[in-house]
């Protein structure tokens, strides 16, 4: 179901016609879903299938071209639940240990492995790691926003950097050998999408993120004996919480119902003065809005119902002008 069809159920459910105040009670009950899942029984767990691509070592001194292979999730996707190569269960391990960083000469059984590289401010790594200017532009958002980019300058120096974000696409004059931090003090409104001068895209930073960061995992081996490698890991993700705000975005669940009791049940919470009906009224909105969401696994309207996450493919786009971000002192 999207945002739209969501929010306007939840419009019809309280006689509420504003889309804006439609949205806010939207977000409002999927922040609660996701704050007290574990209490309501709700797995927000979803499977993806995840590209396996090349990523660049940490080290500022590497080789131009020295990489190692891996995946990062979606921004909203912070966590593996388990993951599955070639039809095998592959172990996931918390840390990356530099013993195991070579990967020909991986110790032990020989078998797959992922390993939790941490957190990366870039969906996807410069292309052969080779140093680039950034183009920078934003989406369905037309006031100009400000967006901090600290990294390594072909110096060899970190540096931040403040650029003024718009609709129309621009390049950075600053070339970096790599990208530690992105921030937008503000949080980013609508969307913003950094890419390579030639347009290939590096991350898309989605709104009200203010530090957005994307999950890394190592794959050590993983290749068939006949020396296949595989180009994608199905994986079981744990989400967090990110607000919505297009209408074209997708919600959690597909059931015009459990919006619509949902709603009920939040405009209750927000009440100063319950009673004990209001009370009750709660509990039985909970409820059955959360048996809807554990138990159905239906078809209405050519959508499904579980509760299941979706995510847009990255996109290309036009290229813009070349333009200096402000160094700070």
Known sequence: ?????????????????????????????????YANQRKL????????????????????????????????LPSRFQSLESAVINKRHVPVFSHWRLPFDNVSGFPGDGKAKLFDAGTNPLERDFTNCHPTALRIVSEKYAAEQTMAVTGTT????????????????????????????VTFEDGVKGRV?????DGRELARYHCGQTVPQFREYRLVKGCCPDGCCPESVIVIANATYEDVYDDLDIVEHGNPLVWKLLAKFMRLVDKDDKDSNDRANMTDYLNLATSLMVEQSTVEDGENTDFRFRRAPIKGGRLGNRFYGARRQ
């Open 1 to 33: 179901m999207t945002v739209k069809k969501a929010r306007v159920e939840i419009g019809r459910a309280l006689s509420q016609a504003d889309s804006t105040e439609q949205l806010r009670m939207l977000n409002l009950i999927r922040s609660y879903l």
């Open 41 to 72: 029984g709700l797995n927000l767990s979803t499977p993806l299938c995840v590209q396996v691509g090349c990523f660049c070592t940490e080290c500022p001194d590497r080789c131009e071209g020295d990489m190692h292979r891996g995946f990062r």
């Open 154 to 181: 072909l110096e060899g120096r970190e540096e931040t950097f403040d650029y003024k974000v718009t609709l129309v696409a621009q390049i950075t004059n600053e070339v970096f050998k790599s990208i530690s931090h």
């Open 193 to 197: 999408i950094l890419s390579e001068p």
